[in-house]
């Protein structure tokens, strides 16, 4: 399992990448580890605003379903739609093609708060010791 | 995920763990979840061929003059009728109905074995020995037993030079003891996927090598190792029971669609007296398929809504791979319990729109 250094993460497993003021949003592949294969993922019309930390879409496994939760507050500006089609590409492509939202962040120094890659990996290690 | 707790391994957990599985605490036993997937390798089983271990499951030994006796009137099901050589899936009632577990029972020349689930050994084991008359031996030989359930329209290809031809021949729910790579077995044509299949009992000690020479027997024909996450999915598919899902202690035989197990003419059993009058009556709630539209799932626990109305609870939901579309079980008020009645299932801030349809879900498999 692989956390990318330039990424910031929340203890619920949403990663976010900040670029040119536009925040990228997915979850990691530990959370498409434990949730298996991803069949289904509900996300919010462009438009919508998101609170931090408060639920913003569902993604449902085989086997388990998880409540997205956004890192940061903002205004979501374009969803994945390619999930619809090809949920999958969450499990192949967590980082890349398996993204999910990008919001337009009200505070974009806001996701400093956010875990650090060390902080993320340690917070893992610590669920698996 | 992690607990202080010691968990059971399997005779196989190396090579679960050399195969990559992703394990879990399951019944108390370290399991292997996934290896590669868990639509991989659901389809695998409905179209090739997978390898389940199945050795947390429990079984006893009976023996005795009054074997038959003391099983016919422990479970629901026919043990009197059983021939030596055939197997029978049955509840284990209380006298006030609920189920105490599920199991199999399998008639043997001299001694017939019950199969239970792992979570259950100590409960049924407590249970049947309340029960055993002096002229039966009830022994658990749960930890001198490993198990595996070979499962798919390919299973029968991958045994077919390693087995006596007679096993090959068996019947759905016809079992022989016999070697199995030269390995002393019980040769059994049963299973939990809606696949046709064997389940093989041997001694732990031959684990590494019966496992070894399976895969190697198996590779032409693509048999990979399967986890419990497709094993479910496999099972709900055939809208097979869950033990503590979709029954229970609480929950009766007649409400969960087992009629068929439940031989009421037969002599006394524990339990017999609730569901006589249950069937006279009807129960109050049904267990039903559900098929939801769109793919949000129906998952255990959520509660089921009719015209704002609660009435009733999902037992065990999930994507099933074959179908690609979201299925459920649940007990609903026979009211509400009657095919194609529209239904919502209550899931966070949404409702999810169902329909009650028939089971199996499934009904393309080699067995069902």
Same mark, same amino acid.
């Given at each position: 399992?692989?956390? !990318?250094?330039?990424?910031?993460?929340?203890?619920?497993?949403?990663?976010?990448?900040?670029?040119?003021?536009?925040?990228?949003?997915?979850?990691?592949?530990?959370?498409?580890?434990?949730?298996?294969?991803?069949?289904?993922?509900?996300?919010?019309?462009?438009?919508?605003?998101?609170?931090?930390?408060?639920?913003?879409?569902?993604?449902?496994?085989?086997?388990?379903?998880?409540?997205?939760?956004?890192?940061?507050?903002?205004?979501?500006?374009?969803?994945?739609?390619?999930?619809?089609?090809?949920?999958?590409?969450?499990?192949?492509? !967590?980082?890349?093609?398996?993204?999910?939202?990008?919001?337009?962040?009200?505070?974009?120094?806001?996701?400093?708060?956010?875990?650090?890659?060390?902080?993320?990996?340690?917070?893992?290690?610590?669920?698996?010791? | 995920?992690?607990?202080?707790?010691?968990?059971?391994?399997?005779?196989?957990?190396?090579?679960?763990?050399?195969?990559?599985?992703?394990?879990?605490?399951?019944?108390?036993?370290?399991?292997?979840?996934?290896?590669?997937?868990?639509?991989?390798?659901?389809?695998?089983?409905?179209?090739?061929?997978?390898?389940?271990?199945?050795?947390?499951?429990?079984?006893?030994?009976?023996?005795?003059?009054?074997?038959?006796?003391?099983?016919?009137?422990?479970?629901?099901?026919?043990?009197?009728?059983?021939?030596?050589?055939?197997?029978?899936?049955?509840?284990?009632?209380?006298?006030?109905?609920?189920?105490?577990?599920?199991?199999?029972?399998?008639?043997?020349?001299?001694?017939?074995?019950?199969?239970?689930?792992?979570?259950?050994?100590?409960?049924?084991?407590?249970?049947?020995?309340?029960?055993?008359?002096?002229?039966?031996?009830?022994?658990?030989?749960?930890?001198?037993?490993?198990?595996?359930?070979?499962?798919?329209?390919?299973?029968?290809?991958?045994?077919?030079?390693?087995?006596?031809?007679?096993?090959?021949?068996?019947?759905?729910?016809?079992?022989?003891?016999?070697?199995?790579?030269?390995?002393?077995?019980?040769?059994?044509?049963?299973?939990?996927?809606?696949?046709?299949?064997?389940?093989?009992?041997?001694?732990?000690?031959?684990?590494?090598?019966?496992?070894?020479?399976?895969?190697?027997?198996?590779?032409?024909?693509?048999?990979?190792?399967?986890?419990?996450?497709?094993?479910?999915?496999?099972?709900?598919?055939?809208?097979?029971?869950?033990?503590?899902?979709?029954?229970?202690?609480?929950?009766?035989?007649?409400?969960?669609?087992?009629?068929?197990?439940?031989?009421?003419?037969?002599?006394?059993?524990?339990?017999?007296?609730?569901?006589?009058?249950?069937?006279?009556?009807?129960?109050?709630?049904?267990?039903?398929?559900?098929?939801?539209?769109?793919?949000?799932?129906?998952?255990?626990?959520?509660?089921?809504?009719?015209?704002?109305?609660?009435?009733?609870?999902?037992?065990?939901?999930?994507?099933?791979?074959?179908?690609?579309?979201?299925?459920?079980?649940?007990?609903?008020?026979?009211?509400?319990?009657?095919?194609?009645?529209?239904?919502?299932?209550?899931?966070?801030?949404?409702?999810?729109?169902?329909?009650?349809?028939?089971?199996?879900?499934?009904?393309?498999?080699?067995?069902?």
């Amino acid at each position: 399992m692989s956390y !990318p250094e330039d990424l910031r993460y929340t203890a619920e497993h949403e990663w976010a990448r900040l670029e040119g003021g536009v925040v990228t949003v997915g979850i990691t592949s530990y959370a498409t580890d434990q949730l298996g294969d991803v069949v289904f993922v509900e996300l919010p019309e462009v438009g919508r605003k998101l609170e931090a930390t408060k639920p913003f879409g569902v993604v449902e496994a085989v086997k388990t379903v998880s409540d997205l939760f956004a890192p940061l507050a903002g205004e979501v500006i374009e969803v994945n739609g390619a999930l619809a089609d090809n949920p999958a590409l969450v499990n192949q492509s !967590p980082y890349g093609d398996g993204w999910m939202v990008r919001i337009r962040p009200a505070d974009p120094a806001g996701i400093l708060k956010l875990l650090s890659h060390d902080d993320y990996s340690r917070l893992i290690e610590e669920q698996h010791a | 995920m992690s607990s202080a707790t010691t968990l059971k391994r399997t005779p196989f957990f190396e090579q679960h763990r050399a195969a990559g599985a992703k394990l879990v605490d399951f019944a108390g036993y370290e399991m292997p979840l996934r290896y590669r997937g868990d639509v991989e390798e659901h389809r695998r089983v409905r179209t090739g061929v997978g390898l389940f271990d199945v050795s947390h499951m429990g079984e006893f030994r009976v023996t005795g003059a009054g074997a038959v006796g003391f099983l016919d009137r422990a479970v629901t099901n026919d043990v009197a009728a059983l021939e030596v050589g055939q197997a029978l899936y049955t509840p284990i009632c209380r006298p006030d109905g609920g189920i105490v577990d599920d199991a199999l029972i399998y008639r043997a020349a001299d001694h017939h074995m019950v199969v239970v689930n792992a979570s259950n050994i100590a409960k049924d084991f407590a249970w049947l020995a309340e029960q055993c008359p002096a002229d039966a031996t009830l022994t658990d030989v749960s930890e001198d037993l490993a198990l595996l359930a070979l499962q798919g329209p390919r299973a029968a290809e991958v045994l077919r030079d390693h087995v006596p031809a007679a096993a090959l021949v068996l019947g759905y729910y016809r079992f022989m003891i016999g070697p199995v790579f030269g390995v002393d077995a019980v040769i059994s044509r049963t299973g939990y996927t809606g696949e046709d299949g064997f389940e093989l009992y041997f001694h732990p000690r031959h684990a590494a090598t019966i496992w070894e020479q399976l895969f190697s027997a198996g590779a032409p024909h693509g048999l990979e190792p399967i986890g419990l996450g497709a094993r479910d999915t496999l099972r709900l598919e055939m809208a097979y029971m869950l033990y503590g899902n979709d029954i229970d202690d609480s929950t009766s035989p007649l409400a969960a669609g087992l009629g068929w197990t439940v031989k009421l003419g037969k002599s006394d059993f524990a339990g017999r007296e609730v569901l006589v009058r249950q069937k006279q009556e009807g129960a109050a709630r049904r267990l039903v398929g559900l098929e939801a539209e769109g793919r949000r799932v129906p998952r255990h626990g959520m509660a089921i809504e009719r015209d704002g109305r609660a009435v009733g609870t999902v037992t065990s939901g999930a994507f099933g791979p074959s179908l690609e579309r979201a299925i459920a079980m649940a007990y609903v008020d026979s009211a509400s319990a009657a095919l194609g009645t529209a239904l919502e299932v209550v899931a966070g801030s949404t409702r999810i729109p169902v329909r009650t349809v028939k089971r199996p879900f499934y009904t393309q498999g080699t067995h069902r």
